[in-house]
């Protein structure tokens, strides 16, 4: 088989760069080891930028972002009791969407069966070949059977654990990571939002978050240690620790009801650096990881898929390189931002167990400012709707 453009991996940022290259009349073939439905079954943050709302657009899969997700002007954080509210609008003139990452990936989906492009899902043992030089080659397993994919370029677009990245000799990739001494653990609910913008809590129990899907569902997050299990963590424990770390005015508010989904996910910053090899581009999780605080893991995965589809569309076109060339230097500038933001947010709303009095001193003095200061809320908004592309 032949492609112009192999892209490895089904999560947003293939079917994203999918799309965006289907537009323009260029060949893909994705290859994702896992079903749909299992792609389908994981639930992420689901907070859109407005640069990803227009890539969406530009993609043609916006119809029921637009009918069905939420805009929102601001957000709230809590802190002794009390919320203090970021405008964005008025800060930014710009607002985000809140539409849930699943829901993204389902359109997309929909939109490239509709286009006829290949997707080979359940693909075994996938492996980019000769990206060094310039007929880059793929092979997999599919039911038994061994197969070759021969193309121009490759995407991996394959997340964190993907093989694309650990493909590459460790001598032409350096990374940088932290690892965060706790977790978040999530539930879903059927039931309405306690409020009707986001609330990032920081109280001395820990973080907490209250987020949601629609105006029938909800989506909320409690700091809990990394140890911790979540059969550990019945629907009743849940809502009893998330009350505690309201404000007064949201515990009355809250709707409890029984949880649909439950998980505890580790925080992380993580980069990888540079994001081509060769004829091989890396994009999305596959490059870097954020902590969720701050929602920029999707949108990260969007401006690099965006930087990536237009230099495609430019190599095509024009016969230029240049796009290509500056791809990566292009989208580690943006993703060093966005790790710098979420590691902000994260370090200022959280229990750090290893923080000594000083810092949380410090953490005091970053809230108040954020709370006083036009600029420092201003600083806030710009990064929390999205950094320009
Ligand atoms: N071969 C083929 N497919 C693979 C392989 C492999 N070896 N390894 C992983 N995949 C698939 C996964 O099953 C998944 O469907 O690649 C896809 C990667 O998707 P995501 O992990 O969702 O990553 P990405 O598309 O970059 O989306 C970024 O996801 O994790 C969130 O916060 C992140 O919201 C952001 C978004
Ligand atoms: C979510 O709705 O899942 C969500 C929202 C905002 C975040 C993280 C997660 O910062």
């Known amino acids: 088989m032949r492609t112009q453009v192999a892209i490895i991996g089904a999560g947003p940022s293939g079917l994203l760069l999918g799309q965006l290259l289907h537009r323009q009349g260029i060949d893909t073939v994705i290859l994702e080891n896992r079903s749909a439905d299992y792609v389908l079954g994981r639930i992420r943050a689901g907070v859109i930028e407005q640069g990803m709302v227009g890539l969406l657009e530009e993609a043609g899969v916006d119809a029921r972002l637009h009918a069905e997700g939420l805009v929102h002007d601001g957000v709230e954080i809590a802190f002794r009791n009390q919320r203090h509210r970021v405008d964005f609008k ?14 993204i990936t389902r359109d997309l989906m929909e939109a490239r069966t509709a286009s006829g492009a290949l997707t080979i899902y359940e693909a075994q043992d996938v492996q980019p070949f000769d990206f060094d030089g ?48 706790f977790g978040w653990l999530g539930i879903l609910s059927e039931t309405p939002p306690v409020s009707e913008e986001l609330i990032y809590i920081h109280h001395p129990r820990g973080f907490a978050l209250c987020s949601m899907r629609s105006p029938t569902r909800s989506r909320y997050y409690v700091q809990c240690s990394l140890d911790e299990h979540v059969d550990e963590w019945p629907d009743s424990r849940f809502w009893d620790e998330l009350k505690m770390r309201l404000d007064d005015e949201a515990r009355a508010q809250l709707v409890t009801g029984p949880s649909i989904e439950k998980s505890i996910a580790p925080l992380r910053s993580f980069v990888a650096e540079p994001m081509r090899f060769g004829r091989m581009f890396l994009a999305g999780d596959a490059a870097h990881i954020v902590p969720p605080t701050g929602a920029k893991g999707l949108n990260l995965a969007a401006s690099d898929v965006h930087y990536l589809s237009r230099a495609l ?28 933001f979420s590691w902000w947010m994260t370090t200022m709303l959280h229990n750090l167990p290893d923080h000594t009095a000083f810092e949380r001193r410090l953490q005091v003095a970053e809230l108040d400012y954020l709370f006083s200061s036009p600029a420092a809320a201003m600083a806030m908004a710009e990064n929390y709707v999205g950094l320009p592309y």
Do not use: M
Request: net charge positive; charged share 35%.
């Open 90 to 103: 008025k800060l930014t003139g710009k607002t985000v969407t809140v539409y849930g990452q699943t829901e």
């Open 134 to 181: 310039d007929k880059p080659r793929l092979r997999y397993r599919k039911d038994g059977q061994e197969h070759e994919v021969a193309c121009d370029f490759i995407a991996g677009c394959d997340g964190f654990h993907g093989v694309s990245r650990q493909s590459v000799p460790a001598k032409a990739i350096e990374t940088f990571e932290r690892e965060y001494p």
């Open 313 to 340: 569309v430019e190599f095509y076109r024009e016969k230029s390189v240049a796009g290509l060339d500056h791809y990566s230097a292009r989208a580690l500038a943006r993703v060093w931002k966005a790790e710098r």
